[in-house]
């Protein structure tokens, strides 16, 4: 509980997400990193209003570079398509069986 003015009042969700939850996952986030996992979380803390907490491995496989990208890119479809589209051509990765992608690509 924070005061203002003496009056005691109940944080808001963000303040409350950054001092007790962000912690938490941050040191999950470390913990699954130091045995070679990647971690990615995501909270929504008001609608529209979101912090991740991440820690992808070099190796980390697609879906969680997906997962990773689409929590960074939020609403933002477009930028979501064209950040995976950009992350596929550059690790060399097959996306011939897309029906959307393939359309963009050739």
Do not use: W
């Not at 962000?22 to 979380?41: I, T």
């Amino acid at each position: 509980m924070k005061s203002v003015m003496g009056i005691h009042t109940e944080p808001t969700n963000e303040e409350f997400y950054d001092s007790e939850i962000a912690p938490k996952l941050l040191e999950l986030a470390n913990q699954c990193g130091d045995r070679g996992m990647s971690f990615v979380s995501v909270v929504e803390y008001a609608p529209g209003e979101r912090s991740t907490t991440k820690r992808l491995m070099t190796d980390a496989g697609l879906a969680m570079v997906m997962l990773a990208h689409c929590a960074k890119m939020g609403e933002n479809v477009d930028g979501y398509i064209m950040g995976l589209m950009r992350y596929c051509r550059e690790k060399s990765i097959d996306i011939s069986a897309s029906i959307i992608l393939s359309k963009f690509t050739g």
